[in-house]
């Protein structure tokens, strides 16, 4: 027989806030930057500004996942819509691999070819080592967002932030070459991008990796199974345990297992032994979202 599985309610909708902030602040630079772009003839903070525009679509997506990977169960999703979570990351991932590609090629490109123009005043500048400090703090907060809730669609756009830090950064080190070293120092713009790109590449090909391995249904590192293996093994009643499968949607973690207990308990002594396992389950990671346990009773102690 099973005992009843048990599904924790949604965390609080603190990815919500910290999502819509962000598309705020991505507004509000994004506007700011085009506007110092075409009036103090700079190439450069234009298109950093036009990528801050950009970035407003991965935090739609984000707020969509977090309306709709948070519904509870229906009869048409028995496990619930966390798997909107796992997609979204993988959107977002895609879309940050793309953006990191993009100022790849820009940088490389911009080594031939300076693309900073003659820069009529200190606007822009300011605007892009403004946009730096902004966006790290974004970045932090909704990592730290990500993390309380175990999202991976929060995690991802986290990441999107900084590589709005990242190009601000390239952007700086290509503003200040030209307005103060002149046309040789141009080319700080491209190494530094160039370089910030590939950290990028790297954090957006980890993005999709995990984004994968949740749509699969990897199981969650084999620590983890362990030392939920020793929170069943010490439950009062258990005497055995085996089958324990574990799969991890949206971020969180859903298992079942079988536990063996002796075979002359009554039906309800052996459902409340089943209660306490997936009680102390929940209570021992925060990360857990369900548990099923199954009971068998324990032929060796007939």
Request: proline share 5%.
């Amino acid at each position: 027989m099973f005992a009843p599985g048990h599904v924790k309610t949604p965390p609080p909708t603190t990815g919500r806030a910290v999502t819509i902030w962000g598309m705020a602040v991505n507004l509000a630079l994004a506007g700011a930057k085009i506007a110092a772009g075409v009036v103090f003839s700079c190439q450069t903070i234009l298109a950093d500004g036009v990528h801050s525009l950009t970035d407003l679509v991965s935090d739609l997506a984000v707020l969509a996942s977090l309306k709709w990977g948070n519904r509870p169960a229906d009869p048409c999703h028995p496990y619930g819509h966390r798997r909107v979570h796992t997609l979204v990351a993988m959107f977002v991932g895609i879309a940050l691999f793309g953006a990191a590609a993009m100022i790849g090629y820009r940088a490389v490109a911009s080594l031939s070819s300076a693309t900073v123009g003659a820069i009529t005043g200190p606007v822009p500048l300011a605007m892009a080592m403004l946009t730096v400090p902004v966006k790290e703090w974004l970045f932090r907060v909704t990592r730290r967002a990500g993390h309380q809730a175990n999202n991976p669609a929060v995690l991802a756009n986290a990441w999107h932030h900084r590589s709005d830090a990242f190009t601000s950064l390239g952007a700086s080190a290509g503003i200040a070459g030209a307005m103060f070293g002149g046309e040789k120092w141009q080319m700080l713009d491209g190494l530094t991008a160039a370089v910030l790109a590939a950290f990028l590449l790297v954090a957006a090909i980890k993005i999709i990796i995990s984004a994968c391995n949740e749509l699969t249904d990897r199981a969650p590192a084999k620590a983890q199974v362990a030392r939920l293996g020793k929170v069943i093994q010490q439950t009062q009643g258990v005497q055995n345990y085996h089958a324990v499968r574990a799969r991890k949607l949206g971020g969180k973690v859903e298992m079942d297992l079988h536990i063996l207990v002796d075979p002359n308990l009554t039906v309800e002594a052996g459902h409340n032994i089943a209660s306490a396992v997936r009680q102390r389950i929940l209570a021992a990671d925060n990360s857990v979202q369900q548990v099923i346990v199954h009971i068998e009773p324990n032929a060796n102690d007939e």
